[in-house]
């Protein structure tokens, strides 16, 4: 077996126009060896479910500081599900209320990371939580 890195996709849905998490985020990532792809800002649900298509990604993590997480989240869910996606880990980071993240969990997003959360600890998160045979070729 041969180990092949973890792949991200970093996604600013919506009209947020405030990046700096996540391209600090992305690096990070990078540099602790996954391969990262940062779509940039002002995303559709439907463009990030179709860059987490065509760059087979393991993990897509949605950075949203604008308050809209209950109705974007959602939708990217839907489109990664119509785009037959359905195996990808959900991350949610940005500033969102602790009283929503039962509901973003129950939409499927596997974590939800506040602001101040170590880059350490979201690595470790991700290495933990991607599947053992994608880690591993």
């Known amino acids: 077996m041969h180990e092949r890195p973890i792949r991200v996709l970093i996604a600013k849905p919506g009209l947020d126009g405030h990046d700096r998490g996540a391209k600090v985020l992305a690096r990070a990532l990078r540099d602790a060896g996954m391969e990262v792809i940062y779509t940039g800002l002002f995303q559709t649900p439907e463009s990030i479910a179709r860059t987490a298509v065509?760059?087979?990604?393991?993990?897509?993590g949605l950075s949203i500081l604008s308050g809209a997480h209950n109705q974007l989240v959602p939708e990217v869910i839907r489109a990664l599900r119509a785009h037959g996606k359905s195996d990808v880990m959900i991350l949610v980071g940005g500033i969102i209320p602790e009283e929503d993240v039962p509901f973003l969990k129950a939409q499927g997003v596997t974590e939800v990371f506040g602001p101040g959360t170590a880059l350490a600890e979201i690595i470790r998160f991700i290495r933990t939580h991607v599947p053992l045979a994608v880690q591993h070729g």
């Open 54 to 60: 065509d760059e087979d990604v393991d993990v897509v």
